[in-house]
């Protein structure tokens, strides 16, 4: 599901979108949309229709089953920008859902990113490669493939200044590149690299500010903040749960054994001013106050 100017978007297993307005949520429009799932979905506004320095002012991402949407305005009618397991990515008309372009790819397309200033776009599915193409308007042009890590992935996402942009995989990687030389910034590893829980689920920019952050989640229990800066530091975060087990502790058997329950970890987002951290659970969203006066001082012993 994804909120946006005055639509929300909902994705289904069986390429369904049900788009509704705002202000009248009776008036829906359902259709299928592509030959197969639908991973993600996202809302956005053209940078031309926000304040500069808050390109994606009130746009919201959440992961449900379209593989990518993102909508974008600065036309006569909004944008939306879909993603799906046909190996495509549809650029269709808001409200009508009506193709206006459509690229192919050799794989299943699990994320689609625009850039803040509305003139790259960076694709990611079920392969390693990372595709990049600049956009003017409805039209896409490939500029470069390249190569994220050895294993599929799964997220991307842009710097504010839309001069970075990263990817998530699915072996653990986060992989950042500088898009002015198209080469590998730096290449992090999740806190549980190496497991298939320590896979890259959602990468996330912090999206205004001189925050300077990159958050990104693994399967479960664990989310990582970097400092962009320097790539050099790193805070990480669990947000699996305490639990008590009836096992018993044989070193305090009288005492109740206290054991960490792992959590899927459902979504990811930064606050629109970059003063929380939003991270979705399975029955739960959790709330991380950016400690933002810190990073303005660049001397910040936490982040969060």
Known sequence: MAVGGDYIVVGG??????VARLSDPRSTTIVRSGGSINNFVALDRAPSMMPRRRFRDSAAFTEDGVTSLNITSGHDTPRLLVCNNDHSVRLLTLPGLDIITE?????????????PDGTKMCVVGDTNQVYLFSKRGDSFEE??????????????????????????????????WD??????????????????????????????????????????????????RSFE?????????????????????????????????TGLRFAPDSSSLF????????????????RYSFASSEII
């Not at 639990?243 to 970890?265: G, R």
């Open 279 to 294: 991270v979705g659970l399975e029955e739960s969203i959790l709330e991380y106050v950016v400690d933002r006066i810190g």
């Open 143 to 176: 500029i470069a493939v390249m190569t994220a890590s050895n294993d599929a992935s799964f997220s991307c996402d842009w710097s504010q200044s839309s001069e970075l942009f990263a990817v998530g995989s699915q072996d653990g990687y986060v992989t950042v």
């Open 233 to 265: 530091k790193r805070q990480v975060l669990r947000v699996g749960s305490d639990t008590y087990s009836d096992f018993p502790d044989f070193f305090a058997p009288d005492s109740p054994t206290l054991v960490n329950q792992d959590m899927q970890i």
């Open 13 to 18: 297993q069986r390429a369904e979108l049900a």
């Open 179 to 228: 898009v002015r030389s198209q080469q590998k910034m730096v290449q992090l590893e999740t806190y549980q690299h190496g497991r298939s829980r320590g896979a890259c689920r959602n990468v996330k920019f912090s999206p205004s500010g001189s925050v300077d952050l990159l958050a990104f989640s693994e399967h479960t229990s664990y989310v990582n903040i970097v400092d962009t």
């Open 103 to 115: 690229l192919k790819f050799p794989t299943a397309i699990n994320y689609a990113a625009v850039s």
